[in-house]
């Protein structure tokens, strides 16, 4: 089986730093795929407040996590700091990716990429709604 191949989508133009805690390690000692996601959306939260948004309202509409896709580089321990990088890309007709690159900058080193499909979502009425203009404004479209 063929496996997944993220790439990084430069520029990232938001960060924030989040430490891995003994219990985002997995049976292997290192830090589980559940967590990492757990980790990302503690960056998306971040990355929306940047904007003044929160996933209840994204420039006037709610957010729903549609998909998810994480590939790994390399293990993360208990005590590492991690940078986790944001880019909103590939704006929709009801939606937009984040592209998360996740790093442990004390030796350089890529742990994760990680991408999130996120769905414009109207939880009222139970239905995704079109993108905002302020959220397609924020996405960076790649070549």
């Not at 089986?1 to 003994?22: A, G, K, Q």
């Not at 589980?32 to 994204?58: I, K, M, Q, Y």
Request: a neutral charge; proline letters at 7%.
């Amino acid at each position: 089986m063929p496996r997944l191949d993220l790439r990084p989508r430069e520029p990232y133009p938001f960060s924030c730093d989040l430490v891995v805690r003994t219990t985002d390690l997995n049976y292997g000692g290192h830090l589980g795929n559940d967590r990492l996601l757990a980790l990302v959306h503690e960056a998306r939260v971040a990355f929306l407040a940047s904007h003044g948004w929160t996933e209840l309202d994204c420039g006037g509409a709610g957010l729903i996590m549609g998909d998810a896709a994480l590939c790994y580089r390399a293990e993360a321990f208990a005590g590492d700091r991690l940078r986790l990088e944001v880019a909103a890309v590939e704006p929709g007709r009801l939606g937009f990716r984040l592209a998360t690159r996740v790093t442990r900058p004390a030796d350089a080193t890529e742990v994760a990429l990680v991408e999130t499909g996120m769905v414009c979502f109207d939880y009222t009425r139970r239905r995704p709604v079109p993108l905002p203009p302020a959220v397609r404004a924020a996405c960076h479209r790649e070549d």
